[in-house]
């Protein structure tokens, strides 16, 4: 069960301030690790601030030895009351720049405003001032981690912004354009072969919406299940599947919707319109993200969604 601090003894409190110096040294080299590769000038600074925990964790318990002798007790932060629950690094892979200086900033905080509580708390001289010398440094590290943003040079912030764009095109622009052009493409056939065969357009609607929403779960699913994303980087598989999932639906509930006008032939006149809109918008998609040249992915997708288009109309008018 976990104590109150105000119940904890100065040997308590030195073994818990070694206990927390020596986690949020292993948090920081938990950032190092997952941003080396991303972000390698943000992750020097971390490794500088591990480095430093580390100093603070052999100053405390050389104060342990001299004041209480050689063992020290494991007391963690759950251990005691009014500690902030910190979710682990290694379950918010990969890692985004902003959410962990924000941590950063929150831990040296917490850490700053215990040893400025433990330090009215101890009565001995060496100790006391070994509290506030710690308290200090991490009131500098707080302001370091706020402006973690604004120490980074111009280069260094472009190859940071860079990263950035290309962890959201892997991880939400893929995902959510694979569902897209699925969703755009492979519903086509199926409405307008019915759009064609019954001439009706509410039946044309419905089976416009069975092909999305189907559509929309199956490809959700695969994206999920295609890999956790603990090797490619591509971000959470459930949030990847939704996103896939959503866009699969909507880019086939778009030219579905026109044939919820009783007129058929108005319905249909839109909702060709509506196609051309979407291949259009799929186009440019693949250009502004995926470095395609707007010609050739146009052509790539219009040339695809109007073979689709036409299988459709030529079934459904057989």
């Known amino acids: 069960m976990a ?6 003894t100065e040997r308590e409190i030195l073994a818990l301030a070694i206990s927390l ?3 949020d040294g292993h948090i920081y080299g938990d950032f190092v690790d997952g941003l080396r590769e991303t972000y390698p000038a943000t992750a020097k600074m971390f490794e500088e601030m591990q480095a430093e925990e580390n100093g603070h964790r052999r100053s405390l318990i050389e104060m342990y030895r001299q004041r209480f002798g050689e063992h020290i007790p494991l007391i963690r932060r759950h251990d005691v009351k009014g500690f902030i629950t910190r979710k682990p690094v290694w379950l918010v892979r990969p890692l985004g720049i902003n959410v962990v ?8 905080l917490e850490t700053r405003l215990f040893y400025e509580k433990a330090q009215g708390r101890v009565t001995d ?14 009131r500098q590290h ?39 052009m699925d969703g755009s493409v492979s519903t086509l056939a199926p409405l307008f072969a019915a759009a064609f065969a019954t001439q009706k ?70 909702a060709v319109f509506v196609v051309a809109v979407e291949l259009a918008a799929i186009s440019y998609i693949r250009h502004r993200y995926m470095d395609s040249p707007l010609v050739t992915a146009a052509l790539q997708v219009v040339v695809g969604g109007v073979l689709v288009f036409l299988a459709g109309v030529l079934i459904g008018s057989s």
């Open 21 to 23: 110096e020596e986690e």
């Open 201 to 270: 357009s509410h039946d044309a609607f419905l089976v416009g919406l069975a092909a999305s929403v189907g559509a929309g779960i199956s490809m959700g699913f695969a994206e999920a299940l295609s890999d956790d994303g603990s090797l490619t980087g591509r971000g959470h598989p459930w949030v990847r599947g939704l996103v896939c999932g959503l866009m699969t639906t909507a880019g086939g509930i778009g030219h579905t919707m026109p044939f919820l006008i009783p007129n058929f032939h108005i319905a249909f006149t839109a």
């Open 125 to 138: 001289a060496s100790t006391r001032k070994l509290l506030g010398d710690l308290a200090e440094v991490e």
């Open 101 to 108: 200086r924000k941590q950063a900033e929150i831990m040296e």
């Open 3 to 8: 104590k109150n601090f105000k119940e904890l």
């Open 142 to 180: 707080q302001a370091a981690a706020e402006s973690l943003e604004e120490n980074l040079t111009t280069t260094v912030r472009e190859q940071e912004e860079a990263a950035s764009r290309r962890l959201f095109v892997l991880q939400i622009v893929q995902p959510g354009l694979a569902g897209l």
